[in-house]
């Protein structure tokens, strides 16, 4: 149980998390650079580079991560929460972002007929990697921050 007194600002917690991100992002970005997934990053942007692809995917970890420490900051400070917190806010994310928010950038409608196709399930897999990571390292990160 989290010590509603021992919780950060929510400045702290939001940088804190943005960080925490962005090691999800890079645990994340290995497995989607071996599958040459970051040219269809970088064309949310209008480029099909695989380094304009990294730098988005890294902007959009460290994004989301923030909104992880504004969301649930408090309840994940601990590693015992932090762990499946952070699984489950992958799994949120790869709902939203492969499936619905990609797609719709890209003039596609949603792609939940695709969620268990082997493409879809690895990018499960990454989202999953990305929420543990994360989930985990804002609780030491957030330690050392104090």
Same mark, same amino acid.
Request: aromatic share 8%.
């Given at each position: ?14 940088? =804190?998390?943005?960080?925490?991100? &962005?090691? #999800? %992002? $890079? !645990?994340?970005?290995?497995?989607? *650079?071996?599958? +040459? ?7 949310? =942007?209008?480029?099909?580079?695989? &380094?304009? #692809? %990294? $730098? !988005?995917?890294?902007?959009?970890? *460290?994004?989301? +991560? ?15 929460? #932090? ?64």
């Amino acid at each position: 149980m989290v010590n509603p007194s021992a919780v950060p600002g929510l400045t702290r917690r939001v940088g =804190v998390a943005a960080v925490a991100g &962005v090691a #999800g %992002g $890079i !645990v994340m970005g290995m497995p989607m *650079a071996m599958m +040459g997934m970051l040219p269809m990053i970088g064309g949310l =942007v209008g480029s099909d580079s695989a &380094v304009t #692809g %990294g $730098i !988005v995917h890294m902007v959009i970890s *460290a994004i989301i +991560g923030a909104i992880y420490g504004l969301a649930i900051g408090g309840p994940a400070a601990t590693y015992a929460n #932090g762990w499946w917190m952070g699984l489950a806010y992958g799994v949120i994310w790869w709902v939203l972002g492969p499936l619905l928010i990609m797609p719709g950038m890209m003039g596609m409608g949603p792609q939940f007929g695709m969620a268990l196709s082997g493409p879809m399930l690895l990018s499960l897999v990454a989202h999953m990697m990305y929420g543990v990571v994360t989930g985990l390292a804002y609780p030491f990160l957030l330690a050392r921050a104090r």
